[in-house]
């Protein structure tokens, strides 16, 4: 039984050496015969959705336009994949005790897609434009917003007719998309705004025809 034993210990190992070694020979055909790949950054990604009729952020309504103008405008906050609040136009932000104000210290040194700088009246003409339900669709989304003003050279606070602990989410919802901050190009009427548009993100609506074609190229700046 001794015997037999000790024989069939070494004919185990036998095969388990034969496996390892069969193993290592595919792995090193695999390693010698696949192809490198070579990764190219840059070039122009074409992608075929419904049409995109607006891209002025108070009337967007469409997933399709959601995706374009969320390319090309900016929020003041964002959430992660944690569901945590970040900062994006907006650097920092304090709440009152009373959940009524809230206080956002603005990124320096960001600039609109025409080179002009970006501070607190153009997140106060914003968003008292969406406030307007003459001049947005989205005016109810934002009844609860009483004040927005400039209270210093690189800050703008939200006054609210009651706490609303989800206001923050509601500033970075992409279903929202005009939570976020754009503006008409100097001398640029009101009746041409609505093509117009100039926001802060790397990307910019180099051409746009609506029901046609949109494209998204780097800003230049």
Not at 17 to 29: E, K, P, R
Not at 77 to 93: E, G, K, M, T
Not at 135 to 140: E, G, L, W
Not at 169 to 182: E, G
């Amino acid at each position: 039984m001794g015997s037999e034993r000790k024989q069939a210990l070494r004919l185990l190992e036998v095969v388990v050496v034969v496996v390892a070694v069969v193993f290592g020979v595919l792995a090193l055909q695999r390693q010698v015969h696949s192809p490198q790949v070579s990764v190219t950054k840059g070039g122009t990604l074409r992608l075929a959705t419904q049409a995109v009729v607006r891209i002025d952020p108070a009337f967007v309504s469409s997933d399709q336009e959601v995706a374009v103008t969320n390319a090309v405008y900016d929020y003041l906050v964002d959430v992660d994949a944690d569901n945590h609040v970040q900062p994006r136009l907006a650097s920092a932000w304090t709440v009152s005790e009373d959940g009524l104000r809230y206080t956002f210290e603005l990124q320096q040194g960001v600039s609109f897609h025409d080179g002009s700088p970006f501070g607190p009246q153009d997140v106060v003409w914003s968003f008292n434009r969406l406030r307007n339900p003459e001049t947005s669709s989205a005016a109810s989304l934002f009844e609860n917003v009483t004040e927005v003003t400039a209270v210093g050279p690189y800050a703008v606070r939200f006054v609210l007719s009651q706490n609303d602990p989800f206001f923050l989410f509601d500033l970075s919802d992409t279903a929202r998309p005009s939570s976020r901050t754009a503006r008409p190009r100097p001398r640029t009427s009101t009746a041409r705004a609505r093509s117009k548009w100039s926001s802060s993100v790397p990307k910019t609506a180099s051409s746009w025809r609506p029901t046609q074609a949109t494209s998204s190229p780097d800003c230049p700046s």
